[in-house]
């Protein structure tokens, strides 16, 4: 699926593009590292709005300003329109400004776009307003690059329909911008992450958990040799970045009534509302940082200023329903995947919501401290969380820029997205220490195929016979219990319990042992035997494991440094 618009290779200049309902950020590649490139206003993350106002169009900050001033000829949370009929929307994130209207069928907005006092206002459709705003980036883009930007890859959520996809792609192309190829937000997130030079390209599995403004998106991905699987997503619109903000409007909304007892609810008037909105995000991103906000507004209502401040540890109080809730979003996309949290070798938190230090901690909590928590706060090698889509489609891009469109199509290139997996570890059964049997991997679950993998394993110290029994592998989680504990001198802990339960709005720093959870492999079905007779003393014996794109398998055994070996061929 590649549009209409397509440019010889030789004429591209390439970009990474995120499209967000409430934010869009574009990179590019320069020597193989991504940046993303801040507009005019000098903003890389650039919100995803239009505003009309006396004739001139405005997008992005500027236009988010105007929510306050000019909300019906400002264009918001649109993206989510595209390829649905009205019947099929969710208008509830555009009461605030202007309105999505049914014109047969069709999502569209009527604005007023010219200066003339008389001038009839004008109904766009959803895909002409995308297509506007996908123009200001990519002239912005072409004005920071000193280049004309002809070609983009753009990230998508992973439960994006065909139809969307297809009018992502046409709003593009009238946008004059060529669509290489669309990749999903969680595999985006991981190339960036993967592409960095310090980076090992091993076999993990990994939960992306893309956290936006009316969106929060979970996916795990298994990467295996640089390929990635989608194994499961889940999506939330009920935890986000907008629900926090509202948590702070009606904290402060609350106060300034204390304060003014008299005064009209801010809630209650659309302006007051807006203002209150505006700023509320301030503080809120603020508290991502620092452990205090202000929270300021010129005549929130009736002609009354308002100034207060706010703790992070309050605003984690009120807000602990929504942390609760994606904590929740995660865990059920890993049991949706078959897995355990302790399967999970890496969490990327990425999206603007990413940033809340509170999302990430909460995290490190219900992950094994042998899981990587990819945030600003919990890891001091982080990528900025709103930054990983666009590189990740940056980097794509210029691995891709060089192919013919209609190659990109067929091309396996790093981020497919949906590829046949084969579902069960390979490997083989070996004896440990203790003379038990025990299951040694060769090829991991979620492997994507085709793909071989080759192990050497030491043969008897004597030498002499190897015999080679290829099994499935699952894992499962073994449970110990911890000892029971003597038991403690009762008085002395309900004195502990006041002194400490005070200020503890998080009960995470749990006194108990847990008890103890582990991932040990159990051995499956067997798949074959193959005997490597007379090995040398000291001698070593190859195996490998050929999984082909049907899922038939191959596997071969021979002593390291010998002609011949065994093969045996199993259908799928
Ligand atoms: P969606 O498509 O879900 O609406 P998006 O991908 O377009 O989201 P993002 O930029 O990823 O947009 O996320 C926007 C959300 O992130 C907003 O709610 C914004 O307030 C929030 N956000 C941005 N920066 C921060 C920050 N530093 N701390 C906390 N929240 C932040």
């Given amino acids: 699926m590649s549009g209409t618009k397509v440019v010889a290779p030789e004429n591209r200049t390439v970009i990474g593009l995120t499209f967000g309902n409430s934010n869009s950020s574009v990179a590019y590649t320069a020597d193989d590292k991504a940046e993303v490139i801040a507009n005019e206003d000098g903003d890389r993350q650039i919100p995803t709005i239009l505003s009309y106002v006396d004739g001139d169009e405005y997008y992005g900050q500027q236009a988010k300003a105007f929510l306050i001033r000019n909300p019906n000829n400002t264009v918001a949370f649109f993206r989510d329109f595209l390829g649905k009929d009205f019947e099929h929307i969710d208008p509830t994130h555009n009461?605030?400004?202007?309105?999505?209207?049914?014109?047969?069928?069709?999502?569209?907005?009527?604005?007023?776009?010219?200066?003339?006092?008389?001038?009839?206002?004008?109904?766009?459709?959803?895909?002409?307003?995308?297509?506007?705003?996908?123009?200001?980036?990519?002239?912005?883009?072409?004005?920071?690059?000193?280049?004309?930007?002809?070609?983009?890859?753009?990230?998508?959520?992973?439960n994006f329909n065909e139809k969307q996809k297809a009018a992502l792609i046409a709003a593009a192309n009238a946008a004059d911008l060529e669509v290489l190829q669309l990749i999903s937000d969680p595999v985006a997130a991981a190339l960036a992450y993967d592409?960095?030079?310090?980076?090992?390209?091993?076999?993990?599995?990994?939960?992306?958990?893309?956290?936006?403004?009316?969106?929060?998106?979970?996916?795990?991905?298994?990467?295996?040799?640089?390929?990635?699987?989608?194994?499961?997503?889940?999506?939330?619109?009920?935890?986000?970045?907008?629900?926090?903000?509202?948590?702070?409007?009606?904290?402060?909304?609350?106060?300034?009534?204390?304060?003014?007892?008299?005064?009209?609810?801010?809630?209650?008037?659309?302006?007051?509302?807006?203002?209150?909105?505006?700023?509320?995000?301030?503080t809120k991103r603020a508290l991502s940082i620092g452990t205090n906000a202000s929270f300021s507004v010129e005549s929130l209502s009736?002609?009354?200023?308002?100034?207060?401040?706010?703790?992070?540890?309050?605003?984690?109080?009120?807000?602990?329903?929504?942390?609760?809730?994606?904590?929740?979003?995660?865990?059920?996309?890993?049991?949706?995947?078959?897995?355990?949290?302790?399967?999970?070798?890496e969490v990327i938190l990425s999206g603007g919501?990413?940033?809340?230090?509170?999302?990430?901690?909460?995290?490190?909590?219900?992950?094994?401290?042998?899981?990587?928590?990819?945030?600003?706060?919990?890891?001091?090698?982080?990528?900025?969380?709103?930054?990983?889509?666009?590189?990740?489609?940056?980097?794509?891009?210029?691995?891709?820029?060089?192919?013919?469109?209609?190659?990109?199509?067929?091309?396996?290139?790093?981020?497919?997205?949906?590829?046949?997996?084969?579902?069960?570890?390979?490997?083989?059964?070996s004896l440990n220490a203790a003379g038990e049997e025990i299951f040694v991997p060769i090829v991991p679950a979620e492997t994507a195929v085709p793909a071989r993998r080759t192990i050497h394993i030491a043969a008897p110290k004597d030498g002499g016979n190897v015999l080679v029994k290829f099994v499935e592998g699952n894992t499962h989680i073994k449970v110990t219990q911890p000892e029971p504990k003597p038991k403690e001198d009762k008085s002395a802990k309900v004195e502990d319990a006041a002194d400490s339960d005070e200020d503890s709005d998080f009960s995470d720093d749990e006194e108990d042992e847990e008890e103890k959870r582990e991932k040990v492999w159990k051995i499956g079905n067997t798949l074959a035997e193959a005997a490597v007779r007379d090995v040398k003393k000291g001698g070593k014996v190859e195996v490998t494991v050929q999984v082909n794109a049907d899922l038939s398998v191959i596997l071969t055994t021979r002593e390291v440094g010998s002609k011949g070996g065994v093969r045996g061929q199993l259908s799928a």
């Fill in 95 to 158: 009461h605030a400004s202007a309105h999505p209207k049914d014109v047969d069928g069709v999502v569209s907005f009527t604005v007023k776009e010219k200066a003339e006092e008389d001038a009839e206002p004008s109904t766009l459709s959803a895909s002409e307003v995308a297509t506007r705003y996908l123009r200001r980036l990519v002239g912005a883009a072409s004005g920071y690059l000193g280049k004309q930007v002809t070609s983009a890859v753009i990230t998508v959520p992973t």
């Fill in 195 to 282: 592409a960095r030079p310090e980076a090992q390209v091993e076999d993990k599995i990994v939960v992306v958990a893309e956290l936006g403004g009316t969106v929060s998106d979970v996916a795990v991905v298994a990467s295996r040799g640089g390929m990635y699987t989608v194994l499961a997503t889940a999506h939330d619109y009920e935890f986000n970045g907008i629900a926090l903000d509202k948590i702070l409007m009606d904290h402060f909304a609350k106060e300034f009534l204390k304060r003014n007892p008299s005064a009209k609810d801010p809630r209650e008037n659309a302006r007051s509302l807006a203002k209150l909105r505006f700023e509320a995000e301030a």
């Fill in 302 to 345: 009736d002609g009354i200023d308002y100034a207060s401040t706010i703790n992070r540890l309050r605003y984690e109080t009120l807000s602990r329903s929504v942390f609760e809730g994606i904590n929740r979003l995660v865990e059920s996309v890993i049991k949706k995947a078959g897995l355990d949290v302790l399967d999970v070798d």
């Fill in 353 to 429: 919501t990413a940033h809340t230090p509170r999302i990430a901690t909460n995290f490190s909590n219900i992950f094994p401290q042998t899981t990587r928590i990819l945030a600003p706060s919990t890891n001091a090698f982080a990528i900025n969380p709103s930054e990983l889509g666009a590189r990740g489609a940056a980097l794509q891009a210029s691995l891709i820029q060089e192919y013919e469109a209609d190659d990109i199509d067929q091309s396996t290139h790093a981020a497919v997205t949906t590829v046949a997996h084969i579902t069960n570890a390979i490997g083989v059964v």
